[in-house]
């Protein structure tokens, strides 16, 4: 009886609250971590299992040629956040500390900050290891922590592939209801002023530890592997194959037998963050604000399963570069629009800042794609970029990707005749005018690294 009087109580306020003086649009920004492309509305695997998350889609615009500025955790938050490529920075690795490349004016939370927004945030936003929550108003405090698998010294998987089945364990037990809760909270609240309200989950990284249901939705007798040729590698040049390193975790995961287990618990472990996203999403159709309210959901980067012999991020083909971006925006975006443009992370900042009628600063590097959400098919003639430490680099069209190491050397792929980048082209000299056009996008300077700090190297 009280909980229903409460609740009562705060529905009756919410009616009565006097409107707010400042109409512009609310964000309710969703960070995914390690979520590559396997997911519902991008068909890159059909074993996935995303029902939220393609729903949010369905909403507002997909992006399918979405890419991260850089295949890992640390850099890639660091820049969209920042507006700044890692070349600018020298922050390239995750145990570089991004702190001291970026001064707390020029990120993207004290903009909308200076701007008048309520600046809320729950979660991973920033690599763990320097997060700087100094930069919103609010951050919750904590978020706790999440079970460990029984046996096995609490430590599941194969090598450095971490997952386990949590049977036993319910959804709430992880730290990732928390922090949706806390989304869930402010999203229920009367707001006087605009909000930018952050929400970074943790999975789908590791460990891939979820309650066993998730683990159920993805029977291990029909688990397929990702597309994979043993000789992939042999017309990668060194750099490459330095980065995928094969015989590494590859080489183990194939030796144990465990590859099929391996990706079932990234499906499990997607699937659980699949519906703590749609708890926010429910939240959000309940709350005050849902019809003034952006959606922007986005993975960090994107992730092997041991396509091109190679496990994790750490690499510049597509499945360590591509994630998935959505949009929803009031007014502006038509349900179901679908962008085939090319975009990278770097845009998110000032788009965010354009649509919200916050000024972008004039540090910010990438531009505004309001257009493409207003439009999915107007014209957009940039690539995304992708940087992998000082002098390695990927440039992606709508057609190809180029890739070029420190040390010279290259990489070419047909993206339309050769979607799982098996044949480099990048010798054959019928394409030397294609690569010109696309090495235009290759940052002038490479700033050199900054001091490393104490971040892990996940």
């Not at 695997?45 to 500025?69: E, K, S």
């Not at 979820?210 to 683990?215: N, T």
Request: proline share 8%; glycine share 8%; with cysteine.
């Amino acid at each position: 009886m009280r909980f229903t009087l409460l609740a009562a109580v705060a529905s009756l306020a919410l009616a009565t609250a006097p409107a707010r003086g400042d109409d512009r649009p609310n964000v309710l920004f969703i960070a995914l971590d390690d979520l590559n492309h396997w997911v519902g509305h991008l068909g890159r695997n059909p074993q996935t299992i995303t029902p939220n998350i393609d729903r949010l889609a369905a909403r507002g615009v997909r992006f399918t040629h979405a890419y991260c500025a850089a295949p890992l955790c640390n850099p890639s938050r660091a820049a969209l956040m920042s507006g700044l490529r890692p070349s600018t920075t020298g922050v390239y690795k995750n145990e570089e500390d991004w702190r001291p490349a970026v001064s707390p004016d020029l990120t993207l939370p004290t903009t909308f900050r200076k701007a008048g927004y309520e600046v809320l945030g729950s979660g991973k936003i920033y690599h763990e290891a320097y997060a700087r929550r100094s930069e919103w108003d609010d951050y919750l405090k904590n978020e706790g922590k999440d079970p460990k698998p029984t046996g096995n010294d609490g430590v599941g998987g194969q090598g450095g592939i971490k997952f386990a089945r949590l049977d036993g364990a319910k959804d709430e037990d992880l730290r990732e209801w928390k922090i949706v809760q806390y989304g869930i909270y402010e999203l229920g609240k009367s707001h006087d002023k605009p909000f930018l309200l952050t929400v970074g989950l943790h999975k789908p990284h590791m460990p891939w530890n979820v309650p066993g249901k998730y683990f159920d939705m993805h029977p291990l007798d029909s688990i397929q592997l990702p597309p994979f040729r043993e000789d992939d590698l042999a017309d990668v040049p060194p750099a490459g194959v330095k980065m995928a390193k094969p015989n590494g975790d590859h080489r183990k995961m194939v030796e144990s037998g465990r590859w099929k287990e391996a990706v079932q618990a990234y499906l499990a472990a997607i699937s659980y963050a699949d519906a703590m996203v749609g708890r926010l999403l429910d939240a959000l159709d309940r709350s005050p604000d849902k019809d003034k309210t952006i959606i922007m959901l986005w993975g960090d980067h994107g992730w092997h399963l041991g396509e091109k012999s190679h496990w994790r991020k750490f690499a510049l083909w597509e499945e360590a570069t591509r994630a998935p971006m959505i949009w929803v925006v009031p007014g502006l975006t038509s349900p179901g629009g679908v962008c085939s443009r090319t975009v990278d992370f770097m845009s998110v900042y000032p788009t965010l800042t354009d649509l919200c009628g916050v000024a972008t600063p004039k540090h910010v590097e990438g531009p505004s794609f309001k257009a493409l959400l207003k439009d999915p098919n107007a014209a957009w003639d940039r690539p995304a970029l992708t940087t992998f430490g000082a002098g390695n680099h990927a440039v992606r069209s709508e057609g190809w990707r180029y890739i070029r190491y420190a040390d010279g050397g290259e990489e070419l792929y047909d993206e339309g005749a050769d979607p799982y980048e098996w044949t480099n082209l990048a010798a054959d000299p019928k394409h030397a005018a294609r690569k010109a056009e696309l090495a235009k996008w290759f940052p002038k300077t490479d700033a050199p690294p900054v001091k490393s700090g104490a971040g892990a190297a996940e």
